[in-house]
């Protein structure tokens, strides 16, 4: 049942709209119609099957076509109405006292293009032009509210962690594995969606890999892919059964009332090769640097360039996220309610970090046939630096 106390305060919605609106109006741009569901789920509260219409200045309406009923008690948008169908936003803006923008904002990076055909004949006088950019900008700035459930998410995932290590065991599968891990997390409330913003990217949980299974490259942008169960998935666990003196990988994502945190731990039966202990604490140590060097106003790409030399330095330049044309260029980045958030730690990245953004830190080193070391924690950027938190011990934890 709907619990009323989980909903995002009005007040905590009007100033994610109101800072969205001052790029709507440094811009130039009269309004913008937010329909994706995360983006819906920060500015109204709700992800019922509705469109949001922001104006440059005023107040918002929100337009529900499924369940209108759902949406009056989870937003606290003030103006909600019912609709049936995009073709009717036009009279719904006039008949409540809009003008129909000249300029109209669409997140058009996430948009399907027969949805923008559709906003094409509708809006027929209006400029379309994609405001995206401007609502990835706001949304990588936490507000004290979002913090506290970030917060919570860390500890949960820090719970898991630890729950993974008593739940390995010599002879299990990844998949079998994995799904003892995630049932604790699903216990613990994990909402069961980990969502993405970029375009064919999908997780399930995360993944947790054993020895060479980790080191087999995928699709998805990250540093490790996995067999998976199969080519329609194609990344993740698979049916490899876990063994003695291999590196076990668990990156896994705890989803806590939309928000997300991201969390690395390597596990091992038995010992593992001094040349993996040795690899993994290098990654301690480019963790612990970037913990360091990552304050307000230092540029994200910069981060992944000291991390990239610090490697290089220690030996580790042709394993350090990936492996030749597969490895990636970045070790970390941003994350809130999806976990692709900016900040980009990555190469070539100009933002500067500011305070209140919350960041993955990812330092890795794959090796094809042995597999994966390394480790992943979730901060929040305060004034003086990264604020780690998630906690769990970070040493190779062995069973």
Request: glycine share 10%; no cysteine; proline share 4%.
């Given at each position: 049942m709907f619990n009323s106390e989980?909903?995002?305060?009005?007040?905590?919605l009007d100033k994610r709209i109101k800072k969205f609106q001052t790029h709507l109006d440094k811009n130039n741009i009269d309004g913008a119609l937010i329909i994706q569901n995360t983006?819906?789920?920060?500015?109204?509260?709700?992800?019922?099957?509705?469109?949001?219409?922001?104006?440059?200045?005023?107040?918002?309406?929100?337009?529900?076509?499924?369940?209108?009923?759902?949406?009056?008690?989870?937003?606290?948008?003030?103006?909600?109405v019912p609709f049936s169908s995009p073709r009717q936003i036009p009279d719904l803006l006039l008949e409540n006292g809009y003008r129909i923008p000249g300029v109209l904002g669409l997140e058009t990076d996430v948009m399907p293009a027969n949805y923008y055909f559709t906003y094409r004949e509708c809006f027929e006088k209006s400029?379309?032009?994609?405001?995206?950019?401007?609502?990835?900008?706001?949304?990588?700035?936490?507000?004290?509210?979002?913090?506290?459930?970030?917060k919570k998410a860390a500890f949960f995932s820090d719970k898991?962690?630890?729950?993974?290590?008593?739940?390995l065991e010599e002879g299990i599968t990844e998949i079998e594995f994995a799904g003892k891990v995630e049932a604790e997390a699903r216990k613990l409330g994990h909402q069961g969606i980990v969502r993405m913003r970029l375009w064919g990217?999908?997780?399930?949980?995360?993944?947790?890999?054993?020895?060479?299974?980790?080191?087999?490259?995928?699709?998805?942008?990250?540093?490790?892919?996995?067999?998976?169960?199969?080519?329609?998935?194609?990344?993740?666990p698979g049916f490899t059964t876990i063994q003695k003196h291999q590196p076990v990988l668990v990156d896994y994502v705890f989803a806590w009332m939309g928000y997300l945190a991201d969390n690395t731990r390597i596990f091992s039966i038995g010992d593992l090769p001094d040349e993996l202990i040795k690899a993994h604490r290098a990654m301690l140590d480019i963790h612990a640097m970037i913990k360091k060097e990552a304050k307000p106003g230092v540029k994200s790409?910069?981060?992944?360039e000291?991390?990239?030399?610090?490697?290089?330095?220690?030996?580790?330049?042709?394993?350090?996220?990936?492996?030749?044309?597969?490895?990636?260029?970045?070790?970390?980045?941003?994350?809130?309610?999806?976990?692709?958030?900016?900040?980009?730690?990555?190469?070539?990245?100009?933002?500067?970090?500011?305070?209140?953004?919350?960041i993955a830190v990812e330092p890795k080193l794959v090796f094809p046939g042995k597999g994966v070391v390394g480790i992943e924690n979730t901060h929040l950027v305060g004034k003086d630096g990264l604020i780690q938190l998630t906690v769990a011990d970070e040493n190779i934890m062995i069973v």
């Open positions: 989980n909903s995002t305060p009005a007040a905590e983006d819906l789920f920060y500015f109204a509260g709700t992800i019922q099957q509705a469109h949001l219409f922001i104006p440059a200045d005023g107040e918002s309406i929100l337009m529900v076509r499924k369940s209108y009923e759902r949406a009056l008690k989870e937003s606290n948008i003030k103006k909600i400029k379309l032009t994609d405001v995206s950019h401007f609502i990835r900008l706001v949304r990588s700035v936490k507000s004290d509210y979002e913090i506290e459930i970030i898991v962690a630890k729950k993974a290590k008593e739940l990217s999908e997780l399930f949980y995360g993944h947790i890999m054993a020895g060479p299974s980790a080191a087999i490259p995928s699709f998805l942008a990250s540093p490790t892919g996995g067999p998976g169960i199969g080519q329609a998935v194609a990344q993740g790409g910069d981060l992944y000291m991390a990239k030399e610090t490697a290089e330095r220690l030996g580790y330049g042709e394993h350090f996220m990936g492996v030749g044309d597969q490895r990636i260029r970045f070790v970390g980045h941003g994350i809130g309610l999806e976990l692709d958030e900016y900040p980009f730690l990555a190469a070539g990245q100009k933002m500067a970090l500011e305070e209140g953004m919350t």
